[in-house]
């Protein structure tokens, strides 16, 4: 099946500095990527989608200005945690479409968050 | 979003098939059923997805009801390996996928 990487595979960082997770398709060309944070315990919750070479659309209560995502690539989308805070501690986990299928999304594996 | 719902947890005894039900009453014609999974510490993983018929593949079957009101994901045989949160999502084409709570399956040795 298709690969989908997430680089780091965890990281901590102390509050109110900035953390840029990368979410990249190894072995296909992705035009939407999506974003979601799962808590302890908790489901996925879906924070964005990313379009290459567009804006990203954000769900409601999910602040674009802290989690800044960038898809620049049909490889490559990133997210940047900004001023993280404790709260920000998480699991973020990316998917993907392939371009030529619209069934099946592709997950990583996920960056586990720690804000000290 | 049409919403589905699932028993928050189930057990199974190892090497015996496992049931696993959603009911999605609201759906609507477009809606796609899809089911993943995901293994502790882990993203989730594409199962299977069915429309109208019953659909089979290596991992699994997913039994879809005449009216489309509920449907059943069956593994025939369960392994340790199998032990993850199952998630049963409706999805019209392209659209994105929507996490409820799921079920969270234990196999027993």
């Known amino acids: 099946g298709a690969v989908v990487s997430q680089h780091p595979s965890w990281v901590i960082c102390k509050s109110g500095t900035s953390v840029k997770i990368e979410c990249r398709s190894l072995d296909f060309q992705a035009t939407t990527m999506f974003w979601y944070r799962q808590f302890p315990k908790q489901s996925l919750m879906l924070m964005a989608t990313s379009n290459e070479g567009s804006k990203a659309t954000y769900e409601q209560g999910v602040e674009k200005d802290k989690f800044l995502i960038n898809h620049a690539s049909l490889t490559l989308s990133t997210l940047t945690v900004t001023s993280a805070h404790p709260e920000d501690s998480s699991f973020y986990i990316c998917?993907?479409?392939?371009?030529?299928?619209?069934?099946?999304?592709?997950f990583g594996p996920g960056t586990r968050l720690t804000v000290t | 979003d049409a919403k589905t719902t699932q028993p928050n947890s189930m057990e199974s005894n190892e090497e015996e098939p496992v049931h696993l039900p959603c009911n999605h009453s609201?759906?609507?014609?477009?809606?796609?059923i899809h089911w993943y999974r995901q293994l502790p510490s882990q993203g989730p993983e594409y199962v299977i997805h069915?429309?109208?018929s019953n659909v089979n593949n290596r991992m699994a079957s997913l039994a879809i009801a005449e009216d489309r009101k509920s449907s059943t994901l069956i593994l025939h045989r369960a392994t340790l390996r199998d032990a993850a949160v199952y998630y049963c999502i409706l999805r019209a084409d392209r659209e994105k996928l929507t996490f409820g709570t799921g079920t969270r399956l234990t196999i027993i040795p």
């Open positions: 609201t759906i609507s014609g477009t809606d796609y």
């Open positions: 069915g429309l109208t």
């Open positions: 998917s993907a479409h392939r371009q030529t299928s619209s069934y099946e999304q592709y």
